[in-house]
């Protein structure tokens, strides 16, 4: 597990500060009857506007028979993750929608007076949200995924375990109903890259307790839940991934920084403060 130093840090904080308003923006920039595409078209005039280049955009993963080819992950109704911006998919009234985006940024100076130092830092972060008329149940599932990763930030204490972030947040959906708890997609180290050790999944792991928490640590929580069951599969597009039982799904994730008072969540976005 990775320590980051002191510059690293100081670059999170203002490339988080910068991804938590580009989220924003881009959920207020998200209209009915636009394409998904045109999400990505924004997201990555907003990311290139703030200095910092899309972390997604050519990302390879093992899972994966291409890199993925956008900016930011839309995911729609019982999709979970890793949807693909397409000029096919159109925004409808009471969609279920997930936008997943991650930057790569550098303070200006650096990047041109040391060349060939990548200094780069990497931010990860996503929010859920229903476009016009929401359902009840659907209100409550974001409700109770939005609070299990609040559950999660506090307890990513330091001298505390990976263990327990993923005990709270299971505790806290259980304590909320009976619902889905994703077992195959996990939270993990970031900073220096998209995705860095150590796994962090949304339910108790006691393999866990011994991997700690300490101060410098950077890591991106994310719980994935469902109204149906946990299981997932992927579409053919090699991406995107849904539940296997068609239910409505949610994600929330932020990136934070484990510091030896407790810890700093660098994605807040504006309306959260
Ligand atoms: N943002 C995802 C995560 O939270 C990873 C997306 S990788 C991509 O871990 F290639 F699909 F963009
Ligand atoms: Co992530
Ligand atoms: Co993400």
């Known amino acids: 597990m990775l320590i980051k130093s002191p510059i690293d840090l100081k670059n999170l904080k203002t490339s988080g500060q910068l991804m938590g308003k580009v989220l924003e923006q881009l959920s207020a920039f998200c209209k009915i009857g636009m394409t998904t595409a045109a999400l990505d078209a924004e997201a990555e005039r907003l990311i290139l506007a703030c200095g910092g280049s899309p972390a997604f955009k050519g990302y390879h993963t093992g899972a994966a028979p291409a890199p993925f080819p956008a900016s930011v992950c839309v995911s729609l109704n019982d999709e979970l993750v890793h949807g693909i911006p397409s000029r096919e998919r159109i925004i409808k009234v009471g969609d279920v929608v997930s936008l997943d ?76 109903g009976n619902y889905g708890i994703v077992r195959d997609l996990v939270g993990h180290g970031v900073g220096h890259a998209v995705h860095e050790e150590p796994y962090i999944p949304n339910y108790y792991d006691p393999s866990l307790e011994n991997i700690k928490l300490v101060p410098g640590m950077v890591i991106a929580i994310e719980p994935m839940i469902a109204l149906g069951d946990w299981r997932v599969v992927t579409k053919p597009d090699g991406w995107t991934i849904k539940m296997k039982d068609n239910s409505l799904c949610a994600h929330f994730e932020h990136t934070l920084i484990i510091t030896n008072k407790g810890n700093i969540v660098v994605t807040r976005r504006p309306e959260e403060k």
Not at 116 to 138: L, Q, Y
Not at 145 to 163: D, F, H, M, W, Y
């Open 101 to 176: 985006i991650g930057m790569k940024w550098a303070p200006k100076k650096i990047i041109s007076r040391k060349k060939n130092i990548d200094s780069g830092v990497f931010t990860d972060t996503a929010v859920t949200f229903i476009m016009g008329k929401p359902k009840s149940e659907a209100v409550k599932l974001l409700d109770v995924t939005r609070q299990s990763l609040e559950a999660g930030i506090k307890a990513a204490q330091p001298g505390s375990s990976v263990a327990a972030i993923g005990k709270a947040v299971e505790s806290y959906v259980k304590s909320q």
